[in-house]
């Protein structure tokens, strides 16, 4: 998938474990966890905005898109 889920990342930054986020956002673990491995194929803007709350940032701290189809030299 081109759009990459960066939630370990955040979570590493804050400090914060995946229990608390999952607590504080109100989500389960399963999902959470569904989540940070990029088996997502969406994602809820009021999940999205409840995990930049909880980690204090923009979803593009969390969101990053890479184009599959360009190859690296």
């Known amino acids: 998938m081109a759009i990459i889920i960066n ?8 400090k914060m474990s995946v229990t608390e986020l999952s607590e504080r956002v ?8 569904i989540l ?3 088996k997502a194929k969406a994602i809820r803007l009021s999940t999205l905005d409840a995990i ?4 204090d940032c923009q979803p593009g701290d969390i969101l990053e898109y890479k184009d599959e189809d360009v190859t690296e030299a």
């Open 7 to 14: 939630v370990d990342v955040m979570l590493a930054k804050r």
């Open 26 to 33: 109100g989500i389960t673990m399963a999902n959470l966890s």
């Open 36 to 38: 940070k491995n990029g």
């Open 52 to 55: 930049c709350k909880a980690l």
